[in-house]
C-alpha cells in the first residue's frame, strides 16, 4: 500500500489493508528505527511512515527533556533531601517514592511554565513587521483567502519552546485561530519544520543539539537565553489594576514544611501553585490568576472597542472552519461574529461597570453575559445592524459563540486562545506511552507505522460516516493523527475534504463519557472493517468487546468474522506472555479525573460495575475457547500526582488514570 492511501469511501464491511500487528516491542540495539533512513523532504496531503518515525524521535527527545528537568536536584528551590525530612521513618518507602514524584512532577510543572512564557515572547518576536491583528472588516478578505505560502525558513528554536509549539499545534483549531489572530498564517502554513529538526536529533542517545552558533543568535534575536535551565531570570508581571511591574516567585513550596499533609498544593502561592496570591507593592491589591484571566477579558473588549480586533474565539465557525458568510449574510450579521457585537453592546451598559471592580471575576464577566443575553436595550444595538428579528432574541449558533468566545478565559490568562501549560503536561501522558511501547528500537517499525496508517484511515472514515458522535481513538492512532496535525495545512484540507468541519481535539473529557465513546468507537470499527480495533487483552479492552459483542451476532451473522477475531486474540495473548517488560495500554485514551463531581463520580461507578460484569463474561468465554488466562490487571492510583501540579491539577504528567490516559479524541460539535 502507498504511503497516502486514498479518500475514497470504502465498501462496508471491507478493510483498507492488513491489519495492524501486535504491539510488542523488539530490541534490536544494533538495528534501530531511529537510525533508519528517512525521507522527509516528499511532502504529501498526508503522512508518512518516515514522518511518523520521525514524530517519534521528537517526543522522545521530549521524554529526555521532561526525565532531565524533573531529576535535577534544587532546581526552583525543590530538593530530594525534602523526602527524608518528610519521612524520616524508613517504614515509609512507599510514601516517600510518592512525594519523590510529586516534587519532580512540580519541578517540570514551574519549567513547563516557564517554558510558555519564553514561546510567548518567541511569537510576538516573528509577529514583528508581519500583518497586524486583522480588524473585524478585514476578516471576510482572510476568509476568502487565508491559504497563503508557508514560511520554510523558521529560525531554530530551542527545544522547550519547540515543545510548547508542538503541543499548540496539536489543538488545530486554536493555533488556527491564533494564527488568524496575530497575523501568523505563513507561520500556520509552513508548519513545524519536522525535517530540520530530525537532522538536530541524536539517533541514538535523542539528545536535541544544534550548531555552536545557534546560541549566541538565538540570544540576539529573541533576548533570552539559549538553555532556559541557565536562564534565571524571575517572573514579572503587570499588576492587572495599576499596570505596575511586579517580580512573583515561581513557588513558594521551597521548605520542606511545604510537603507535608495531604492538601499541601493549598499551601503555596507562587505563580505555579493553586493558591498564587501576591500583593502589588503600588496599588496593595492582591494579583490572583483570577484577576489576571478578567483582565485579559477587559484588555481584549478594550480591543475590540478600540481597533474593531474581534474577540478570541469568534473567528471560525462551529465546524472550525475561516468560512465567509453565506450568500446574503453580511459581517454584520454573521452568527460566529455575534460576542463582538455582543460585547459592543454591554459596554454602553451599567452591567459592564461591574468588571472595573478590583473583585471581579469571571463569574461576573459570566453573569454579565448571561444578563445582557436577557436585556432588551442590549439585543437591540446587537441587531440594528442585522435582518428584523421579531422577538430580539439571539440564536443557537450566536449562543454557541458566546460560549466559545467564554472558554478562552476559563483556566487561561496566556495570549492564546487555550492554556498551553495544560496543554504541555497532558501531551506528556502520550508521550510517555510512545517512550514506554519503544517503536523506534523495534526493526518492524516502517512497517508498522504504514498500518497503523491505514488503521488512521479507517478512524477518519468513521468520522466520516458519523458526524455528531464522539470517536475516540487508541494510541496507535493517535501517532498517526497527530503526525499529521503537526503540518496544519494539510490536516486541514484533508479533515473538511473528509468531514466536512475541521475535526479538532478534546482531551477534557470525563472518564465515565470517554469510556462510553470508546466502546462505541470499537462496535463501529469493529462492525464496518471486521477487525479488533482495541489490540489488548487486559481487563478494559476484554470488557469494551464484550459490551458490543453479542451472542447472536457471535454465533449467526458473523461467524466466520469473530472465529477470526478469536484467532486474533489469541495471537495478543501469546505476544502479551512472552513479553515480560510492563507495556502502556495500547487502547488507552485520555480522559479528565473529576472526582469532586458527584454526578461523575456516580457514573464512573456505574460504568466501572457494568465493566465488571462483561469482564467477567469474557473471562469465561475465553477460558472455554482455551485462550490463557486472562488477568484483570490492576488500576494505578491516580492521587498521587494532582497537588503537584498547582493550578494545574486535573492534568497529571503520566500517572495513569485507569485505562484513560494517552491522547484527545474527537467530540461533536
Known amino acids: 500500500m502507498s504511503s497516502t492511501a486514498s479518500l475514497t469511501q470504502p465498501e462496508k464491511g471491507l478493510s483498507l489493508a492488513a491489519s495492524p500487528p501486535p504491539y510488542t516491542t523488539h530490541r534490536k540495539h544494533d538495528l534501530t528505527a531511529a537510525s533508519f533512513e528517512l525521507d522527509l523532504a516528499n511532502l504529501s496531503d498526508k503522512p508518512t511512515p518516515d514522518q511518523c518515525l520521525a514524530h517519534l524521535k521528537l517526543l522522545e527527545a521530549f521524554h529526555h527533556l521532561r526525565e532531565h528537568v524533573a531529576a535535577t536536584d534544587g532546581l526552583y528551590g525543590i530538593y530530594d533531601r525534602f523526602v527524608e525530612q518528610v519521612w524520616p521513618s524508613e517504614d515509609s518507602n512507599n510514601k516517600r517514592a510518592d512525594l519523590l514524584l510529586k516534587l519532580r512532577e512540580k519541578r517540570w510543572a514551574i519549567h513547563v511554565t516557564k517554558a510558555e512564557r519564553r514561546y510567548e515572547t518567541w511569537w510576538r518576536k516573528i509577529q514583528t513587521g508581519r500583518s497586524s ?6 476578516l471576510l478578505g482572510i476568509y476568502e483567502h487565508f491559504d497563503v505560502v508557508g514560511e520554510k525558513d523558521m529560525l531554530t528554536l530551542e527545544e522547550y519552546i519547540l515543545m510548547v509549539w508542538h503541543a499548540h499545534l496539536l489543538n488545530p483549531r486554536d493555533y488556527l485561530e491564533d494564527c488568524i489572530r496575530y497575523g501568523l498564517l505563513p507561520l500556520w502554513n509552513a508548519g513545524l519544520p519536522l525535517a530540520r529538526i530530525d537532522l538536530c536529533i541524536d539517533n541514538r542517545t535523542f539528545e536535541y543539539r544544534l550548531s555552536d552558533n545557534t546560541p549566541d543568535h538565538f540570544r540576539t534575536t529573541f533576548g533570552l537565553m539559549w538553555n532556559s535551565l541557565d536562564d534565571h531570570q524571575p517572573l514579572l508581571l503587570h499588576c492587572p489594576y495599576c499596570r505596575q511591574a511586579v517580580q512573583v516567585a515561581w513557588t513558594t513550596l521551597t521548605a520542606a514544611d511545604s510537603w507535608r499533609g495531604p492538601n499541601f498544593g493549598d499551601l503555596g502561592h507562587g505563580f505555579t501553585d493553586a493558591n498564587f496570591r501576591m500583593r502589588c507593592p503600588g496599588c496593595r491589591v492582591s494579583i490572583t490568576h483570577e484577576a489576571l484571566r478578567t483582565q485579559k477579558f477587559r484588555n481584549d473588549c478594550n480591543a475590540l472597542a478600540d481597533k474593531d480586533l474581534p474577540m478570541p474565539g469568534t473567528i471560525l465557525d462551529n465546524k472550525g472552519r475561516p468560512q465567509p458568510p453565506n450568500h446574503g449574510i453580511t459581517l454584520d450579521s454573521y452568527a460566529p461574529l455575534f460576542p463582538n457585537r455582543l460585547m459592543k453592546a454591554l ?48 440564536s443557537r449558533e450566536e449562543k454557541f459563540a458566546v460560549r466559545r468566545m467564554m472558554s478562552r478565559y476559563w483556566s487561561n490568562s496566556s495570549m492564546f486562545a487555550l492554556d498551553l501549560v495544560g496543554a504541555v503536561i497532558r501531551q506528556g501522558t502520550f508521550i510517555e506511552k510512545m517512550h514506554a511501547i519503544d517503536w523506534l528500537h523495534s526493526p518492524g517499525a516502517p512497517g508498522t507505522m504504514q498500518r497503523l496508517l491505514t488503521k488512521y484511515d479507517r478512524y477518519f472514515t468513521i468520522l466520516k460516516e458519523h458526524e455528531g458522535i464522539t470517536a475516540v481513538p487508541t494510541l496507535d492512532v493517535d501517532l498517526a493523527w497527530h503526525t499529521h496535525q503537526i503540518s496544519p495545512r494539510s490536516y486541514y ?28 468507537t470499537s462496535k463501529t470499527y469493529q462492525t464496518m472493517f471486521h477487525e479488533v480495533y482495541s489490540e489488548c487483552t487486559c481487563w478494559y479492552c476484554e470488557a469494551v468487546r464484550e459490551s458490543h459483542t453479542s451472542v447472536a451476532s457471535r454465533h449467526v451473522f458473523h461467524r466466520s468474522t469473530y472465529k477470526g477475531i478469536e484467532d486474533r486474540l489469541s495471537d495478543l495473548d501469546q505476544s502479551s506472555a512472552e513479553n515480560t517488560r510492563p507495556m ?17 463520580a456516580l457514573a464512573a461507578h456505574n460504568k466501572k460495575q457494568a465493566l465488571d460484569i462483561m469482564f467477567e463474561k469474557a473471562l469465561k468465554r475465553a477460558e472455554k475457547k482455551g485462550r490463557p488466562g486472562l488477568s484483570s490487571g490492576t488500576h494505578q492510583d491516580s492521587s498521587v500526582a494532582p497537588a503537584a501540579y498547582g493550578k494545574y491539577i486535573g492534568t497529571p504528567y503520566y500517572l495513569a488514570n485507569g485505562p484513560y490516559m494517552a491522547d484527545p479524541s474527537v467530540t461533536p460539535e
Open 493 to 520: 484540507y484533508h479533515s473538511v475534504l473528509m468531514t466536512d468541519r475541521f475535526i479538532d481535539h478534546d482531551d477534557k473529557i470525563p472518564a465515565p463519557t470517554l469510556s462510553s465513546a470508546f466502546e462505541w
Open 584 to 600: 502502556p495500554h495500547i487502547s488507552a485514551h485520555n480522559a479528565v479525573d473529576c472526582p469532586t463531581d458527584p454526578k461523575v
Open 347 to 394: 459596554r454602553h451598559h451599567i452591567l459592564f461597570d461591574r468588571l472595573s471592580l478590583t473583585s471581579a471575576s469571571m463569574k461576573d464577566v459570566r453573569k454579565m453575559i448571561e444578563d445582557g443575553l436577557e436585556d432588551k436595550d442590549v439585543l437591540k444595538i446587537c441587531f440594528q445592524k442585522a435582518h428584523a428579528k421579531p422577538w430580539l432574541r439571539s
Open 133 to 138: 491583528m486583522p480588524a473585524q472588516h478585514a
